[in-house]
């Protein structure tokens, strides 16, 4: 079965750090570019970064760029987002998606089931 | 940049059929999208990649019941014999040079 799952979300101070990871199974995860896409509580789906399938490209929404950093470890089938000097508008459900092809400009095809993530003191 | 337009709201009768609507802004009718739903309480789930001339390829395990059209710059999701687990946010997305834009979501309702 085709399955991403995140981890590492939780409760963090402003200013704080947190990296969330995702752990891919049922396809060659090194072959498809991967995204984060996050969801404030009752809010739309906003994405947040991606990584080209061999992660030499990075691309990052400018709401997060020069805080977020992006990454995988394809001998491990994980996908990594390090989110540094967070906000409180950094709270939000964070997503892993999958796209439907290696190319970064595609579908995403495959979602996680979010792990939450609260910026708060 | 291309932008993706949705009504926020929809509601249709059990057993009925309904059509969502996607726009994309002026100048952007060559481009494909896909159409998610998500259930409340639930992660996203991709329903199908849809193209310009109409053409979709839907997701496994996605029901015939769910079908995709286009017309210039409208991209449809069209939902025939709504059941009650059809009732869910939709949200549509596309890609541009380095980016991914989301439309803000349709509700929908089934009566």
């Known amino acids: 079965e085709v399955q991403l799952l995140e981890s590492g979300g939780g409760l963090v101070q402003p200013g704080g750090s947190l990296r969330l990871s995702c752990t891919a199974s049922?396809?060659?995860?090194?072959?498809?570019?991967m995204s984060w896409v996050r969801q404030t509580s009752g809010k739309g789906l906003e994405w947040v970064s991606t990584l080209t399938y061999g992660g030499e490209s990075t691309y990052y929404a400018d709401s997060v760029r020069g805080r977020f950093t992006i990454s995988r470890d394809n001998s491990k089938n994980t996908l990594y987002v390090q989110m540094n000097s967070l906000r409180a508008e950094d709270t939000a459900v964070y997503y892993c998606?999958?796209?439907?092809?290696?190319?970064?400009?595609?579908?995403?095809?495959?979602w996680g089931q979010g792990t939450m993530v609260s910026v708060s003191s | 940049q291309v932008v993706l337009t949705q009504s926020p709201s929809a509601s249709a009768s059990l057993g009925a059929s309904v059509k969502l609507t996607c726009t994309l802004s002026s100048g952007h009718s060559d481009y494909a999208i896909a159409w998610h739903q998500q259930q409340p309480e639930k992660g996203p789930r991709y329903l199908m990649k849809?193209?310009?001339?109409?053409?979709?390829r839907k997701g496994d395990g996605i029901p015939d019941r769910f079908s995709g059209s286009s017309s210039g710059t409208e991209r449809y999701l069209t939902i025939s014999s709504l059941q009650s687990e059809d009732e869910a946010h939709y949200y549509c997305q596309t890609w541009d040079t380095d980016i991914q834009i989301f439309g803000g979501g349709t509700k929908l309702t089934v009566l």
């Open positions: 849809l193209y310009s001339d109409g053409s979709h």
């Open positions: 998606a999958k796209s439907d092809s290696g190319d970064v400009e595609d579908a995403f095809d495959i």
């Open positions: 049922g396809f060659i995860f090194s072959k498809y570019a």
